[in-house]
């Protein structure tokens, strides 16, 4: 019975179980999420090389001209050292982990988890997923809210395949113009942020001219009547970012 429970344990019954317990569910970008792992023994002893935690997200990204989803780790790391749990034996790990401050904001289509998994050699890897939300930083929240005031309004967020930050995909904040100096002359703002910390962020804006006669549908056809352009933004300067992403957004409209 032992031989046969170990070789229903390779193909993952009566294998070892994982599961992930956080303190809580609601993040900002940079905090540290508290919890523990607890691994459960299955039918027989397994040797467990590893308990890894990643914090994932999908990307959107284009593979023979279709739009397909890909997953992405915006950290992974290892939590002990190999061990081996009894049968019907249970452990717990404390977990501390820090989530970047790059970590895409769980709004629009962007959805974050928490995945757990056990490295157990010549046997399935047993894994655990736990959604959470995660909210921007005080800089990125600022940056958002200044958007907002200029008259823009949030159409869609999407993390999409991108090779200008250290990960494979950019987070996009597409606005588009409803009241103020911007309705009729911009289609769309995309605001990205390429680095963050606790004190600043570097971001990209991509100002989306509207078509106006014949020069500008020609602008629009070639792809010209948009301009990309970084700006960093402090900590200290959150009380003057509205009028610098005004200043920077006006000289493109």
């Known amino acids: 019975m032992a031989l046969f429970n170990k070789v229903l344990a390779t193909i993952?019954?009566?294998?070892?179980?994982v599961d992930t317990?956080?303190?809580k569910a609601n993040y900002q970008a940079g905090d540290i999420m508290h919890g523990v792992v607890e691994v459960k023994g299955g039918n027989v002893a397994q040797e467990i090389d590893s308990i890894?935690?990643?914090?994932?997200?999908?990307?959107?990204?284009?593979?023979?001209?279709?739009k397909v989803l890909d997953?992405?780790?915006?950290?992974?790391?290892?939590?002990?050292?190999?061990?081996?749990?009894?049968?019907?034996?249970?452990r717990e790990f404390p977990l501390q982990l820090q989530l970047p401050h790059e970590t895409p904001v769980t709004q629009g289509k962007t959805r974050v988890w928490?995945?757990?998994?056990?490295?157990?050699?010549?046997?399935?890897?047993?894994?655990?997923k736990d959604f959470i939300e995660v909210r921007p930083t005080e800089v990125a929240g600022a940056v958002l809210d200044a958007v907002r005031a200029l008259g823009f309004r949030l159409r869609e967020v999407e993390c999409k395949a991108a090779r200008i930050t250290k990960y494979p995909f950019?987070?996009?904040?597409?606005?588009?113009?409803?009241?103020?100096?911007?309705?009729g002359k911009l289609d769309e703002l995309e605001v990205s942020f390429l680095t963050q910390?606790?004190?600043?962020?570097?971001?990209?804006?991509?100002?989306?001219?509207r078509a106006s006669g014949l020069?500008?549908?020609?602008?629009?056809?070639?792809?010209?009547?948009?301009?990309?352009?970084?700006?960093?933004?402090?900590?200290?300067?959150?009380?003057?970012?509205?009028?610098?992403?005004?200043?920077?957004?006006?000289?493109?409209a």
């Open 114 to 128: 928490v995945a757990t998994g056990l490295d157990i050699k010549q046997a399935v890897d047993p894994a655990d």
């Open 215 to 252: 020069g500008g549908l020609l602008s629009e056809a070639l792809g010209t009547d948009e301009t990309n352009v970084r700006i960093q933004v402090q900590k200290q300067d959150l009380d003057f970012i509205q009028t610098k992403l005004n200043e920077t957004i006006s000289r493109f």
């Open 197 to 209: 910390s606790g004190q600043e962020a570097g971001l990209l804006l991509q100002v989306d001219r």
């Open 21 to 23: 317990k956080l303190e």
């Open 12 to 17: 993952g019954i009566g294998n070892a179980k």
């Open 52 to 66: 890894y935690v990643s914090v994932m997200t999908t990307y959107v990204k284009e593979v023979d001209d279709r």
């Open 170 to 183: 950019v987070q996009e904040f597409e606005f588009v113009p409803v009241s103020g100096n911007y309705k």
């Open 71 to 90: 997953e992405a780790a915006v950290v992974k790391e290892k939590l002990n050292e190999p061990f081996t749990i009894g049968p019907g034996e249970t």
